[in-house]
Each structure stands twice: as structure tokens, then as C-alpha cells.
């Protein structure tokens, strides 16, 4: 007990341990559209774009050891049409980002920059809140 005696103790409430899911939600879709540019990038240059993630993987020794993989991120943009085709997405879902169109079409590779352009301004401003929302909500699926 004298160990204990000696700690100085308080009663603390700690700050800003409620978080806003809406702005959670905002600052995960304006991280993936700064993906998506990286992505653009690469494909103008002909080349992939790889994003680097840490595995957890048991070696030949028994042994668990951190491995750094290469995955893959998809484009939200594709061709077709004649031209190019760009998505917002929240996961694995496609945002209806005017309500009830899901995607923008443009003329060249090049446009597809202006319009991921738009689509941060749109997510950093609180635009895209109810399409997040409904893309966010999980749907119940019928047994």
C-alpha cells in the first residue's frame, strides 16, 4: 500500500472520445478519391498502381512474421462507349451521387482528373452526405 499512496490521483472525463460518424464517413471517401488520383496517374503513365499492406503469415519455422504484400487497387473509371466512365464509391458500393445516376461520362482519360476533382470537392464540403448514408446503411436480407 505505500507504493500506492505515493501516485498522484484525479477524477478526469476525457475530451473528444465521441466521434461524428458523418465526418468519419467524409474524410474516408476524400482518402479513396485521393486513391483514385494515384490510380489515374498510373494508368496515364501505362503503368499499375499497387498500394502496400502488412500481412500477418506463419513461416516454415512456426514463427509469425509481419509480410509486406502488393494489392491491387481497382479504378473506379473504365472505357466503354467511346469513352470513360467514372464511379464514386463508398466500399464496395456505387454512390448515387445526383440521386439517381451512378456514374459521369466523359470523352478522354484526361477528363477523368476534373471529375475526381469535383467528387473530393462535393465529399469535403458535406454534398455527398445522403448518398454516403445510404450507401452506408446495411440493408436486412430476407431468410
Known amino acids: 500500500m505505500t507504493q500506492i499512496t505515493k501516485l498522484n490521483f484525479k477524477t478526469v472525463e476525457r475530451v473528444g472520445a465521441t466521434k461524428d460518424p458523418v465526418l468519419d464517413r467524409r474524410i474516408k471517401l476524400v482518402a479513396a478519391?485521393?486513391?483514385?488520383?494515384?490510380?489515374?496517374?498510373a494508368k496515364l503513365?501505362?503503368?499499375?498502381?499497387?498500394k502496400e499492406h502488412a500481412k500477418w503469415m506463419t513461416n516454415q519455422q512456426g514463427d509469425r512474421v509481419q509480410v509486406k504484400?502488393?494489392?491491387?487497387?481497382?479504378?473506379?473509371?473504365?472505357e466503354q462507349d467511346g469513352g470513360w466512365y467514372v464511379q464514386c464509391r463508398y466500399g464496395a458500393r456505387?454512390?448515387?451521387v445526383?440521386?439517381?445516376n451512378?456514374?459521369?461520362?466523359?470523352?478522354?482519360?484526361?477528363?477523368?482528373?476534373?471529375?475526381?476533382?469535383?467528387?473530393?470537392?462535393?465529399a469535403g464540403s458535406g454534398e455527398l452526405d445522403t448518398a454516403i448514408a445510404r450507401a452506408a446503411e446495411r440493408k436486412r436480407v430476407a431468410k
Open 33 to 41: 478519391l485521393d486513391e483514385q488520383k494515384l490510380v489515374l496517374t
Open 45 to 50: 503513365k501505362g503503368e499499375t498502381y499497387a
Open 69 to 78: 504484400k502488393q494489392r491491387q487497387v481497382k479504378p473506379w473509371f473504365f
Open 94 to 96: 456505387v454512390l448515387l
Open 98 to 100: 445526383d440521386g439517381k
Open 102 to 122: 451512378n456514374a459521369v461520362f466523359v470523352g478522354k482519360l484526361e477528363q477523368v482528373s476534373a471529375v475526381l476533382d469535383a467528387f473530393r470537392a462535393a
